[in-house]
């Protein structure tokens, strides 16, 4: 397909080309999937919670809904991204009652002894060559969510990592039939096993997320069995499959940025102060979230109709000049304001601070694992082609002496 966003999925830089079409074609019509990449950070910010658009795919014109009596299908009618806005508000309001102070501390202990147990095994490999991905970025996620939603190590761990994976893989647009097929059978294997959680969980409160959500509640009102699942499917994808891809993008660019990884190996605080930062810098992917018209309006002198579908562009908002100086510069010290990854508005992820947790832990063990020195092969590294975003399915990295540097 011939298209300039094709081609930045493509590039192993895609950041030159995103600029140069941000200043030449900010609402970008990409003719081949026929929706407008948008790619200012105050169009991306405005679209988050602007009511010409809306993140209902149903309003998509080429939506066609999955068969009746299918998983798809209740996810479609049903799930946290479905909602109408009063009903989204009723569900922010008893999940916000779930994430107590108490809560959060315990999960940010949890996130640490997983990524502890997972970052051991991998110190002291110098000289060695591994996947990053299958050793580190793409396990820790999964393994997180897992333990927080009180799934035990071992073999169930493995399984509701498998299969958590398979239904974020089939909830895509344009998912090949033959994915959508296992998807639809694995979603169905997961409802079934949080069902079981949810009862098990009324009668046997644990230290676990699905004995908050069930003791969660406003009032008369409290969260039904439906709400917990779907709110589990919808923190399976944002907590596994984006974490992983951010996480291999800030390993990727650590590799990269000797200067910045040398100061954030000396002052381990600063991770955190800097996170923000880090994030921005390496979230530069010309793909993003989608939204769809409700109906026609206007967007930088492009009429977009009512039924379109709009991407609005991580890439395009982080590294734009317009709101953050000298963009393609990893500065440590820069302060960081509408960082648009987690969203914006009444939109604005719940989770956002116990992912900046879980990825400042990662970048923190990371720099232990990775010492001075290494490198990616990246004659080597492998992607696998998702429709509108590519996915990265390794990052082979030659490490280096500890002692070096």
Known sequence: ???????????????????????????????????WLVMRHEDVKRLFHDPDVTHLKQAWEHYVAPPEGTMRRWLDDRGIFALGEREHARL??????????????????????????????????????????????????????SRLTGVPPGDDEARFCRIAQSVIQGSRP?????????????????????REMVAKRRVEPAEDLVTDLVRAQDADDALSEDDIVLLLAALIGAGSEATSMVTTSIAHVLL????????????????????????????????????????????????????????????????????????????LEREIRDLPIFGSGPHYCLGANLARAEISSMIDALLDVVPPKSSVFTDALEYRDMGLSRRPINLPVQLGSPGAG
């Open 1 to 35: 397909m011939s298209d300039p966003f094709y081609e930045m999925l493509g590039a192993d830089d895609p950041v030159p080309a995103l600029h140069a079409l941000r200043a030449s074609d900010p609402v970008h019509l990409v003719e081949p999937g026929g929706f």
């Open 92 to 145: 922010r309001r008893l999940v916000s009652a779930a994430f107590t102070p108490r809560a959060i501390r315990r999960m940010e202990q949890q996130i640490d002894q997983v990524i502890e147990h997972i970052a051991a095994p991998l110190r002291g490999r110098e000289g060695e060559v591994i996947d990053l991905i299958g050793e580190f970025t793409g396990v820790v996620p999964n393994a997180v969510i």
């Open 174 to 194: 344009f998912t090949p039939g033959e994915i959508l097929l296992e998807a639809e059978r694995d979603f169905r294997e997961l409802a079934a096993w949080v």
């Open 256 to 331: 990269e940025e000797e200067a910045a990884t040398r100061r954030l190996r000396q002052d381990r605080p600063l991770i955190r102060r800097s996170i923000d930062e880090i994030l921005r810098y390496a979230f530069s992917s010309p793909s993003g979230t989608l939204r769809f018209a409700v109906r026609d309006f206007e967007l930088r002198g492009k009429r977009i109709r009512a039924g379109e579908m709009l991407m609005l562009s991580n890439g395009g908002a982080n590294r734009d000049p317009a709101v953050y100086e000298n963009p393609d510069v990893l500065d």
